[in-house]
């Protein structure tokens, strides 16, 4: 389709992966009683913080791997730090499913570990994949 190794090739491989997440994701979700309780708890935060780590890549092309890193990091915790924030607003964007899934709806330290996780697991990914 495109060349291998051009920013075209990279940015839609970086959609692919950014839909596969969103699949998997849903899954997780969907298909939680096929999986150990371990998976189903944790498997959300880790790819939702896999797929921003994937959205940064397809906007920062040509940016340093370490910079989508840091980047899908502070926005993945802000997000979750601005769940402590619950003004009428902001709770009523949560409250519907698409709020919810972006948004998150309840604070957990927990996330933090997961999100960090899942966002070095994509870091790796992708220094396999296209810088060896």
């Given at each position: 389709?495109?060349?291998?190794?051009?920013?075209?090739?990279k940015?839609?491989?970086?959609?692919?992966?950014?839909?596969?997440t969103?699949?998997?994701?849903?899954?997780s979700?969907?298909?939680?009683y096929?999986?150990?309780?371990i998976?189903?708890?944790?498997?959300?935060?880790i790819?939702?913080?896999?797929?921003?780590y994937?959205?940064?890549?397809?906007?920062?092309?040509?940016?340093?791997?370490?910079?989508?890193?840091?980047?899908?990091?502070?926005?993945?915790?802000?997000?979750?730090?601005?769940?402590?924030?619950?003004?009428d607003?902001?709770?009523?964007?949560?409250?519907?499913?698409?709020?919810?899934l972006?948004l998150?709806?309840?604070y957990l330290?927990?996330?933090?570990?997961?999100?960090?996780?899942?966002?070095?697991?994509?870091?790796?990914?992708?220094k396999?994949?296209?810088?060896?």
């Amino acid at each position: 389709m495109y060349k291998k190794g051009t920013i075209l090739y990279k940015r839609t491989n970086y959609i692919f992966a950014i839909f596969i997440t969103i699949i998997l994701g849903l899954a997780s979700r969907e298909f939680s009683y096929i999986f150990p309780s371990i998976i189903t708890q944790n498997a959300g935060d880790i790819l939702w913080a896999m797929m921003s780590y994937y959205g940064f890549r397809f906007l920062l092309i040509r940016k340093n791997l370490h910079i989508s890193f840091w980047f899908s990091l502070i926005f993945c915790f802000i997000i979750e730090f601005s769940q402590l924030y619950q003004a009428d607003w902001i709770n009523f964007l949560r409250s519907n499913l698409i709020g919810a899934l972006i948004l998150g709806k309840g604070y957990l330290t927990i996330d933090l570990i997961r999100y960090t996780t899942g966002i070095i697991i994509a870091t790796v990914l992708d220094k396999l994949t296209y810088n060896r």
